[in-house]
């Protein structure tokens, strides 16, 4: 039964893989048109360990093109553009998007691993975030201080020119739109990398913007970290930085771009608490805290990886959560009943693995999950079951480190000021998550956390309307909201003399 279930998944996908190679060559995207690369790498199917296409690997030469295609398209209309123009254009091209959202899940699922409902829902987010800066295209405005009568002082703001945008691969067509929808709607041009492991939503969304956007107005270039992040980090026409990815990298992204002076925006990992106060509605907590570390595998940037749970429930909560962890179905992604992928690589799964390792070397107790599931059926594929860690101490190595795993960690507090040090305990400041029906524990809790992000009584959902960054480790500046808007902008003071007139 196993083995003949494996068969089917793996023919599924070696078919699902012919349809993703009939939808584009995988080359890059600059100005306006597919361009070959010398060089190429592949794309893995994570379900079945399968390479899906093979893929454009860009180098520092293809990026010099793009960035040049970019100036030329920004000189020539794209910084020449009405707001109103944009946000037609923007809207043209969500409108294409839109008829396309099967296809765009479809791809996001296959090169991921992510559960079609859930890679479906990440191509709406994406396109909603696109919608978003489309309609705020058209409210952008200056201001004007006050002063003598003999002067008018205003502000202008202005686009960069071109941006370099640097995606990771857990959410990639999400994350790109929350890049490229905020610096186009600004008036950049922009040169956008994604991750290597998933660089397909991106490339196909680009390719549905022919005709609409201005050619060179976005180039999609993939490839390495190493090749083309770096060449576009050090780019000295690169005019604004906005970086998705780790602490390490992010932190390479930034003193590269000291060295001409870029601004740059990062958003980055986090180890983010989810505090179970003794009046929480257990059933909402277990809910919140288990979309929080399994949605997508655990490989979520906010993933609420450290649940702290009031010592008067947390027996309780650990028995409901453990249930809920099991009851996750681990299955192909492309099904629409599968609640949870495998990883979405290799090199995942074994990060994970050494973490759940490292997790029992260190005293804590594994509850549930740990490791591969048993059905012949997955084996081939980067699959983890949902694991959970009891008895685990804020100073362990899985409570500090970023895993990017469905690995749940639990500890306990006995006061509120325990709660929030336990919290605030760590070098990361993404998300935090409060469980309590009282207001003043929530608002409360909300100050007196060091995150970027609070959810109470849920996880998720993020909607482009608010800003999304992370405090100390996790990043410097927002996506998302009105306020990334300020991140693609320089800002001039316009002083004009009016004398009194003598005609
Ligand atoms: P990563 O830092 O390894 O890579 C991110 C991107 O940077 C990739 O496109 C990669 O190719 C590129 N890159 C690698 N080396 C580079 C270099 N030297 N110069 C320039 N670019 C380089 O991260 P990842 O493994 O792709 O993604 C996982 C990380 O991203 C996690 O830490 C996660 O928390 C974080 N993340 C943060 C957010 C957020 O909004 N804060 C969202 C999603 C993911």
Same mark, same amino acid.
């Given at each position: 039964m196993g083995?003949?279930?494996?068969g089917?998944?793996?023919e599924?996908?070696?078919?699902a893989?012919e349809?993703?190679?009939e939808?584009?060559d995988?080359?890059?995207?600059i100005?306006?048109r597919?361009v070959e690369?010398?060089?190429?790498l592949e794309?893995?199917?994570?379900?079945?360990n399968?390479p899906i296409a093979t893929?454009?690997?860009?180098d520092a030469?293809?990026?010099?093109?793009?960035?040049?295609?970019?100036?030329?398209a920004?000189d020539?209309?794209?910084?020449?553009?009405?707001?109103r123009?944009?946000?037609?254009?923007?809207?043209?091209w969500t409108?294409?998007?839109?008829?396309r959202?099967?296809?765009?899940a479809?791809?996001e699922?296959?090169d991921?691993?992510?559960?079609?409902s859930?890679a479906?829902g990440?191509?709406?987010g994406a396109?909603?975030t696109l919608?978003?800066?489309?309609?705020?295209?058209?409210?952008q405005?200056?201001?004007q201080?006050?002063?003598?009568?003999?002067?008018?002082?205003?502000t202008?703001?202005?686009?960069?020119g071109v941006?370099g945008q640097i995606v990771?691969w857990?959410?990639p067509?999400?994350a790109?739109?929350?890049?490229?929808?905020p610096?186009?709607?600004t008036?950049n041009?922009?040169?956008?990398?994604?991750?290597a492991d998933c660089p397909?939503t991106?490339?196909?969304?680009?390719?549905l913007?022919?005709?609409?956007?201005p050619?060179?107005?976005?180039?999609v270039?993939p490839g390495t970290g190493?090749e083309v992040?770096a060449a576009?980090t050090?780019?000295?026409?690169?005019?604004?930085l906005?970086?998705t990815g780790s602490?390490?990298?992010?932190t390479?992204?930034m003193k590269?771009?000291?060295d001409?002076l870029?601004p740059v925006t990062?958003?980055?990992?986090?180890?983010?608490p $989810?505090?179970? $106060?003794?009046?929480?509605?257990?059933e909402?907590a277990?809910?919140?805290v288990?979309?929080?570390?399994?949605?997508?595998?655990?490989?979520i940037?906010?993933a609420?990886?450290r649940?702290l749970?009031?010592?008067?429930?947390?027996?309780e909560?650990?028995d409901?959560?453990?249930?809920?962890a099991?009851?996750?179905?681990?299955g192909?992604?492309?099904?629409?009943?599968?609640?949870?992928?495998p990883?979405?690589?290799r090199?995942?799964?074994?990060t994970v693995?050494?973490?759940v390792e490292c997790g029992?070397?260190?005293?804590?107790?594994l509850?549930t999950g740990g490791g591969p599931?048993?059905e012949d059926?997955?084996?081939?594929g980067w699959?983890?079951e949902?694991?959970?860690?009891?008895?685990?101490d804020?100073?362990?190595t899985?409570a500090?480190e970023?895993?990017f795993g469905?690995?749940q960690?639990i500890?306990?507090f006995?006061s509120?000021e325990?709660?929030?040090?336990l919290?605030?305990?760590t070098?990361f400041?993404?998300?935090?998550?409060?469980g309590?029906?009282r207001?003043?524990?929530a608002?409360?809790?909300a100050?007196?956390?060091?995150a970027?992000v609070?959810y109470?009584?849920?996880?998720g959902?993020?909607?482009?309307?608010?800003p999304?960054?992370? $405090?100390k480790?996790s990043?410097?500046g927002?996506d998302?909201?009105?306020?990334?808007?300020?991140?693609?902008?320089?800002?001039?003071?316009?002083?004009v003399n009016?004398?009194?007139?003598?005609?």
């Open positions: 083995s003949a279930f494996s089917q998944l793996r599924a996908h070696a078919t893989r349809r993703a190679n939808l584009s995988w080359d890059a995207w100005d306006g597919s690369s010398d060089a190429t794309t893995i199917d994570p379900a079945v399968e893929v454009a690997r860009c030469a293809d990026v010099e093109t793009a960035v040049e295609a970019a100036e030329n920004f020539a209309e794209w910084s020449g553009s009405t707001p123009e944009r946000s037609r254009a923007l809207s043209e409108d294409r998007l839109r008829d959202v099967e296809e765009l479809f791809l699922c296959l991921t691993g992510k559960p079609r859930q479906r990440e191509v709406e396109i909603d919608e978003y800066y489309a309609s705020l295209c058209r409210v405005d200056g201001r201080i006050a002063t003598g009568d003999d002067l008018h002082l205003y202008r703001t202005e686009p960069y941006v990771p857990n959410f067509i999400w790109a739109a929350w890049k490229l929808g610096a186009l709607a008036g041009a922009t040169v956008i990398k994604p991750a397909l991106t490339i196909r969304i680009a390719e913007s022919e005709g609409i956007l050619d060179g107005a976005l180039n270039v190493s992040g576009i050090a780019h000295e026409d690169v005019r604004k906005s970086f602490v390490g990298v992010g390479e992204v590269t771009a000291a001409t870029t990062l958003e980055l990992g986090g180890k983010s $989810f505090l179970v $106060f003794p009046d929480a509605d257990l909402s277990v809910e919140a288990a979309n929080g570390i399994f949605y997508s595998t655990g490989e940037c906010d609420f990886s649940a749970v009031h010592e008067d429930v947390h027996a909560f650990v409901r959560f453990v249930e809920a099991e009851s996750y179905v681990l192909d992604p492309l099904a629409e009943e599968t609640t949870m992928g990883l979405t690589s090199a995942q799964y074994e693995s050494g973490y029992t070397d260190e005293g804590a107790t509850l599931p048993d059926a997955l084996r081939d699959f983890f949902p694991t959970v860690f009891g008895d685990v804020n100073g362990m899985i500090r970023e895993i469905p690995v960690t500890d306990t006995s509120y325990e709660a929030i040090e919290a605030n305990d070098r400041g993404l998300a935090a998550g409060i309590t029906e207001t003043d524990i608002h409360g809790a100050a007196d956390l060091e970027g609070v109470v009584n849920e996880y959902p993020i909607l482009p309307e608010a999304y960054g992370g $405090f480790a990043g410097i927002t998302l909201g009105t306020e990334v808007l300020e991140h693609y902008q320089r800002t001039k003071s316009v002083y009016l004398d009194e007139p003598d005609c």
